[in-house]
């Protein structure tokens, strides 16, 4: 592995990273290449990221593999990419199993073709057990989308006498997400040099810190990974508070 940044603080590692992966096309059309060269490039980002967020103690990695805005793309490019899917699933499965990282999926998965339903399906039947990561791909993914199907089964639960709106709290209102049993993610990593969400984990990200990269995907490997952890590590999370009540609640958890 080639390691260009800094030594991490183990006990800062994030628990939770998400990444909105973008800049594939760009990385390709620079080139020269069609577009789809430059997911081709990028599905070897995600393993090699992959390999290393296990490595430092990542506990959940979520990669925005494909949202429900993406299925307006060309209908050569949307194959493409599901088959590539497809590929990375059969590939990994037993880098996998061996390095205990459990395949998750979120999103509206129906939408996915059944060859690709069928595949994660038994990817993450294959690697639930005993796992120290979770990587988590959003696939026909949408933030609004997630959190409207939240309401709709709380509405449900509630016409059905199951729940009463006043006991529907943010807790409560996360565990009808698709990420439900999840924590926040601490870190969102966007690449190629967009400030948005662009519809990613919308509820979820209301403290995360983000960090924003002029890289393209295709370029995000190792060392750009390091670097993305070593900013993270060098922020200070309020969630609110004052630096002095932060201060103050990192000495009463450092004594012994
Ligand atoms: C954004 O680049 C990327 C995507 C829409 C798809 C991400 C897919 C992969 C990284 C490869 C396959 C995934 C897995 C999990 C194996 P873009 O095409 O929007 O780039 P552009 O903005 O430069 O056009």
């Known amino acids: 592995m080639t390691e260009h940044f800094m030594p991490l603080d183990p006990q800062k590692i994030p628990r939770h990273v998400a990444i909105i992966m973008d800049g594939n096309g760009r990385w390709a059309q620079r080139r020269g290449l069609h577009r789809v060269r430059g997911h081709v490039a990028g ?24 949202s ?51 595949d994660l399906e038994a990817t993450i039947a294959l690697t639930a057990e005993g796992a120290r990561m979770d990587l988590t791909l959003a696939l026909s993914y949408g933030g609004r989308s ?27 209102f996360s565990r009808s997400l698709y990420t439900a049993g999840m924590p ?11 400030y948005r969400l662009s519809n990613f984990l919308l509820w979820q990200s209301a403290y995360t810190e983000l960090y924003v990269t002029e890289t393209l995907w295709p370029d995000f490997r190792e060392a750009e990974l390091g ?30």
């Open 68 to 118: 429900e805005e993406n299925w307006q793309r060309p209908g050569m490019e949307i194959r493409v990419l599901m088959a590539l899917l497809r590929r990375y699933l059969h590939r990994e499965l037993s880098e996998m199993r061996d390095n205990r990282i459990a395949l998750k999926a979120i999103g509206d998965l129906s939408q996915l073709p059944e060859a690709v339903q069928r």
């Open 227 to 256: 670097k993305a952890l070593e900013t993270y590590q060098q922020r200070q999370r309020r969630f609110g508070l004052t630096q002095e009540q932060i201060e103050a609640l990192e000495a009463s958890n450092s004594r012994p």
């Open 184 to 194: 926040d993610p601490d870190l969102i990593i966007r690449t190629s040099g967009e």
């Open 146 to 172: 997630e959190i409207v199907q939240a309401v709709q089964s709380l509405a449900r639960e509630v016409a059905a006498g199951l729940l009463a709106p006043e006991d529907i709290d943010a807790a409560r």
């Open 43 to 66: 599905a070897e980002s995600v393993r090699v990221v992959t390999r290393l967020a296990r490595k430092l103690g990542v506990s959940y990695l979520t990669l925005f593999a494909f």
